[in-house]
């Protein structure tokens, strides 16, 4: 079967970095996607990866690993608004999302 | 760019009744739309896949019946949950895409909660 897993919940305090992980098994991958939730929200697209290695964008990178099947996303200089679930999802081989359950970041002061 | 509207945002609804809620992909053609249905602390579940102008793929236990698609143009998707229930409550979201069958972004609307009393 195919499966996402990622941590339910985290904390971090406000100005560190965090680090959210993701492993996927998957029935084929065509690429691994980012996404910030906030409560009561949808979702808003934060990162794509398709090929391994590290994305930066600004505070947040993404990196992949797909011989591993494993990503995370990395969040730098938090702050109280990066309070969000952020959730994992790979595009499998017939180019459909797969989604983890998400994992509920809580920051604090 | 790439806008998608839902509306309404909130809706309560009586056991029984039917209600519809509208997902427009504002400054793009939508060639495919995604319905999902997202219950408290969980994950996004993928109701059905609609493309323009064709019968909406559901996904396995989804009842088509209940959960009317219909796509009538590239920028209008309606999902209708006829003869609500209680158990039908949850945060409806839908998302468009430029087309399927490839890496295409999902853009999601801002979603839609129900509530049946």
């Known amino acids: 079967g195919q499966n996402i897993d990622q941590p339910t919940e985290m904390t971090a305090t406000e100005g560190a970095i965090v680090q959210i992980n993701c492993t996927y098994q998957t029935s084929g991958f065509n690429g691994l996607f980012w996404y910030q939730q906030h409560a009561g929200e949808a979702p808003t697209f934060l990162s794509y990866?398709?090929l391994d290695g590290l994305e930066e964008k600004g505070r947040f990178s993404s990196f992949l690993s797909r011989s591993k099947g494993y990503s995370y996303l990395l969040l730098k200089e938090l702050q109280m608004k990066d309070s969000a679930s952020y959730l994992c999802?790979?595009?499998?081989?017939?180019?459909?999302?797969?989604w983890g359950a998400g994992t509920k970041l809580i920051i604090k002061p | 760019g790439a806008v998608v509207s839902q509306h309404p945002s909130r809706v309560i609804c009586k056991s029984g009744t039917s209600v519809k809620i509208e997902c427009r992909s504002l400054d793009f053609q939508a060639t495919t739309m995604f319905w999902y249905r997202q219950f408290p602390k969980q994950s996004l579940m993928l109701m059905a896949t609609?493309?323009?102008?064709?019968?909406?793929?559901?996904e396995q236990g989804v009842e088509k019946d209940k959960f009317l698609i219909n796509h009538a143009s590239l920028t209008l998707s309606t999902l209708t949950v006829t003869s609500a229930h209680p158990e039908d409550s949850s945060f409806y979201i839908c998302?468009?895409?430029?087309?399927?069958?490839?890496?295409?972004?999902?853009?999601f609307g801002p979603g839609t909660r129900l509530t049946v009393t």
């Open positions: 999802a790979v595009m499998d081989s017939n180019y459909q999302l797969i």
């Open positions: 609609s493309n323009e102008g064709s019968k909406a793929t559901y």
């Open positions: 998302s468009a895409s430029l087309g399927q069958g490839g890496p295409y972004e999902q853009y």
């Open positions: 990866n398709v």
